[in-house]
């Protein structure tokens, strides 16, 4: 099993930038790829980032491409995204999860194991 809390949320202006990050525990994350998702308010879960194991490829979303930087640090057990040029579209919770049969699946819910439980990120204009 394992466990992921995600925290950095909060209220930012658009424009600014906020930096998530989702703790693991229960097992060593480098065994498993990560991604991050959002869902705002009557929408469906959205793919915002994934990156492999090793984090040596990333894949971004369209809506955040060249906005938003996944990154991880194993040693940590932690991952991250980076926000940065926010848009008050991007309001939604935000979740990390991870799994481990995720090669060219990364965009798709089903293809994750386990789940944080969320983090709030509102973007003012």
């Known amino acids: 099993q394992v466990q992921l809390v995600e925290s950095g949320g909060g209220l930012v202006q658009a424009g600014g930038s906020l930096r998530l990050s989702c703790a693991a525990s229960g097992r060593t994350l480098s065994s498993y790829a990560m991604g991050w998702f959002r869902q705002a308010p009557g929408k469906e879960r959205e793919f915002v980032a994934g990156i492999r194991w090793n984090g040596g490829t990333t894949y971004y979303g369209d809506s955040v491409k060249g906005r938003f930087t996944i990154s991880r640090d194993n040693a940590k057990n932690m991952g991250y995204l980076q926000m940065d040029s926010l848009k008050t579209e991007d309001t939604a919770v935000y979740y990390c999860?991870?799994?481990?049969?995720?090669?060219?699946?990364?965009?798709?819910?089903?293809?994750?194991?386990?789940w944080g439980q969320g983090t709030q990120v509102t973007v003012s204009s």
């Open positions: 999860a991870a799994g481990r049969s995720i090669p060219g699946r990364y965009a798709e819910i089903g293809a994750y194991d386990y």
